[in-house]
């Protein structure tokens, strides 16, 4: 069921001091109840950092969660018409992919990202950033917790799931390998479509030049091919443009969509490193109480060590949850991504076909209603030479006549 309808609208370029910027209109409608969204309508202004902010809390708030990928930074031409344009379209198909996701769509800050203004949606960012620096800290367990982490990367708790999460890691790898390749070869077509589409251009202004050098119905004949040649140029360079938003741009951004399954599975690992990690935290602290268990003076000592065993205890727990939660949730969206795999690549293949067929379609008719005006015009050509062949032959003999009578009178 979707709950709101967002997109994004209307780019500008900003200054802020010495820093220019493209901001972004946001615009969401609520079309069912939801608690997040007490509102009709709104419309925020945001610029790309904003929705690299986004893209943070929502991994962090749904870990395993396949969150849709941002368009790629770009340094240079960034503020030129076609890449602003490129990356609207790119914004707004992040946002609408977020806003249909089932679970996304209950994010309190996808809620703040949509709704909140400039003030509250300011306050919100360093919040969540001082959250975080807060979270860095935590003094020598949390040091020590987070170098047990790294050290068991390689040694980790065995669980039903890893065999499964194994064959899913190969999957995604072949299939990120294969989808390159694919692109690789579609870019290679699009450029040939578009020095195609250059070389008709140069074939039909050498024969409109050609033709053009002809005084006789010939001449215009020539010009028809040129002016034709140039039709299917136009035709050609449209195709490319087609290819290149139909088909090659759809399998680029399937490779970003890899690239997010991927970050999934991997927080998959590092939820599951953390498990690992309080496991062994857990199992260090008992070892160490048993060994001053019914030590004479060690009394004070045995209960600070039975606390830290009960706060290892209930540090595990809560990392054996988030870590099942994690693993679920991947399992599910890896389902749902291989689902939408299937009828996404289904309607992408298609349109590529369909668009083969137009165009070739288009391309027969032009050169199907060059043949009959070239042969036409090439008749008319070749029966006004007959004509001047003719006019030739009569006017020979009475030259050669009169050549005659002029000798004569000279004698």
């Known amino acids: 069921m979707v709950v709101i309808k967002a997109s994004v609208t209307a780019p500008q370029q900003q200054s802020e001091g010495m820093n220019k910027f493209t901001s972004y209109k946001v615009n969401t409608t609520v079309l069912q109840t939801h608690s997040n969204f007490p509102f009709q309508s709104s419309s925020v202004i945001r610029r790309y950092s904003d929705f690299v902010w986004l893209v943070s809390q929502l991994l962090e708030a749904y870990p395993g969660c396949i969150v849709p990928p941002l368009p790629e930074k770009q340094a240079v031409s960034r503020f030129s018409p076609e890449f602003v344009e490129s990356r609207r379209r790119q914004l707004d198909k992040f946002i609408v992919r ?14 703040v990202f949509l709704s909140a203004d400039d003030v509250a949606f300011g306050v919100r960012k360093t919040a969540g950033s001082g959250q975080k620096d807060a979270g860095k800290g935590g003094g020598g367990v949390m040091k020590w917790f987070n170098e047990t982490k790294t050290s068991l990367s390689k040694d980790l ?17 072949t299939l990120e390998n294969q989808m390159k390749t694919v692109v690789k070869h579609t870019q290679s077509l699009v450029k040939k479509g578009k020095e195609t589409a250059n070389g008709l251009f140069e074939f039909g202004l050498a024969f409109t030049l050609l033709g053009q050098s ?6 215009s004949a020539l010009t028809l091919v040129g002016h034709t040649a140039d039709s299917l140029s136009v ?47 857990l199992a260090a602290k008992k070892i160490a109480l048993q060994k001053i268990q019914g030590v004479a003076g060690k009394e004070d000592k045995v209960h600070q060590s039975e606390e830290s065993v009960k706060r290892a205890e209930a540090r595990l ?4 949850r988030i870590f099942n ?13 291989k689902a939408e795999k299937a009828a996404d690549m289904k309607k992408t293949v298609l349109d590529y076909i369909n668009l083969q067929i137009e165009f070739n379609k288009r391309m027969e008719e032009t050169w199907t209603k060059l043949v009959p005006n070239y042969i036409t015009t090439m008749k008319f050509a070749l029966f006004a030479s007959l004509v001047a062949s003719a006019t030739a032959f009569q006017v020979a003999p009475a030259a050669k006549a009169s050549t005659s009578l002029k000798v004569n009178e000279l004698e």
């Open 98 to 111: 977020v806003s249909e996701h089932e679970e996304l769509i209950n994010s309190e800050c996808l809620a």
């Open 157 to 173: 708790v065995k669980t039903d799931d890893d065999e499964k999460f194994a064959e899913i890691g190969n999957y995604v790898e």
């Open 214 to 219: 002809e005084t006789s119905s010939l001449g």
């Open 235 to 281: 035709l050609s360079a449209e195709q490319a443009e087609m290819e290149n938003e139909k088909f090659e741009n759809p399998l680029i951004d399937y490779i970003r969509i890899i690239g997010s399954v991927k970050a999934a599975l991997q927080q998959r690992k590092d939820k599951l490193v953390s498990y690992s990690a309080a496991t062994s935290e």
């Open 317 to 320: 727990a809560e990392e054996e």
């Open 325 to 337: 939660d994690t693993s679920s949730r991947c399992l599910r969206e890896v389902s749902r991504f």
